[in-house]
């Protein structure tokens, strides 16, 4: 192993040293309101750098949310300047998930004609590197206005069959589901393209595990709760995955989410489903990720598998945090909470 593998395996290691431990979780779920969960970050946690010109009592949410995100890729960005090129093209990926992110929130403001009043949501790393004009993008009012500024952009022929006719609604659930099925499709290629050997394999193998628990949540969820047909399950799984094919026609057809559940028995993934300590069906594929990489950082030896696998965990951090914020913000009790925090 180089050098530099070394350097990626031993600093990726050390950040995820520091991440909230279950007495942080337990203090954090104590707190009573947004000032005190922002109090104890800055003061008890690694996160006392990003908020330590934050005055508690005054920040607001969405900027508390935004320095806590902008934290977390600059972290990540941190590590792939040591897997030089390969770690490039990951950088590129969590690039594309943040511009999708933002694109789907927009249409959803325009949608719901509610006025944002946050021009970046998305971390300042990445408005300099994106191809989008993110000033514009949050100062769309419009359908027409918001495909126009995406019209330059590497979206703009993906999203041109779905501009809406004037006076039209969109569909945002088709749209979202056809940028992230690019988003992994470039992905896949891209892990093919650089990255090689016993890595290669081992990364295939983590976003296969990662497709199934999203493809099996996406799947139960349009039956469980919209009873949607074979043709609209298809359409919203990705196309990617190791869950046997047999088994995702089963899901395709099944009519409810019970069936859903049938068609995977007897699979790997269904034994591995079974060993997931999960409250409600739809926090599977979360934690079904948090599991499967958790365990890569701790165990393999692979640098971009931990790499990729440490952002993953702490994108489950910075989730956990905002669900903890919107508990303090809204006074839900602190064990429904817990519930949907991931540890």
């Not at 970046?120 to 989008?132: A, L, T």
């Not at 992230?180 to 983590?206: C, F, P, T, V």
């Not at 139960?220 to 196309?239: M, N």
Request: contains cysteine; proline residues 2%.
């Amino acid at each position: 192993m180089g050098s530099s593998a070394n350097a990626v395996l031993a600093k990726t290691r050390a950040k995820y040293g520091k991440r909230l431990t279950d007495k942080d979780y337990a203090n954090l779920l104590s707190c009573k309101s947004v000032a005190e969960v922002v109090s104890y970050l800055k003061n008890n946690t690694s996160y006392k750098d990003v908020l330590k010109k934050v005055n508690e009592r005054e920040v607001h949410r969405g900027r508390l949310e935004l320095l806590l995100r902008q934290r977390l890729v600059e972290d990540f960005s941190s590590l792939c300047i040591y897997a030089k090129g390969s770690g490039e093209r990951f950088s590129e990926f969590i690039l594309r998930q943040s511009e999708i992110e933002q694109i789907i929130h927009y249409l959803t403001s325009i949608s719901s004609h509610h006025k944002t009043d946050a021009v970046f949501i998305i971390p300042q790393y990445f408005v300099s590197m994106s191809s989008i004009d993110f000033v514009r993008l949050a100062q769309a009012r419009s359908y027409d206005e918001l495909f126009d500024v995406l019209a330059v952009t590497k979206y703009g022929s993906i999203l041109a069959p779905y501009r809406p006719a004037k006076g039209e609604s969109v569909n945002i659930a088709k749209i979202e589901n056809i940028l992230y099925r690019y988003s992994y499709r470039i992905l896949y290629q891209d892990i093919e393209e650089y990255s090689k050997g016993n890595e290669k394999k081992a990364l295939l193998e983590m976003f296969d595990s990662v497709m199934n628990y999203m493809n099996f949540v996406r799947v139960y969820r349009l039956k469980r709760y919209y009873h949607a047909g074979y043709d609209t399950a298809k359409e919203f799984a990705f196309p990617h995955g190791s869950i046997p094919e047999k088994a995702m026609e089963k899901m395709y057809n099944a009519e409810s989410g019970d069936e859903v559940f049938a068609a995977v028995k007897g699979t790997p993934f269904g034994r591995e489903l079974k060993k997931l300590d999960y409250v409600y069906a739809g926090q599977i594929d979360n934690l079904g990720l948090y599991r499967v990489t958790k365990k890569n950082i701790h165990f393999s030896t692979y640098p971009l598998v931990v790499m990729m696998s440490y952002y993953f965990v702490m994108k489950t951090e910075y989730d956990n945090i905002v669900s903890i914020i919107e508990g303090a913000r809204y006074n839900i009790d602190s064990d429904k909470i817990k519930q949907i925090v991931i540890i």
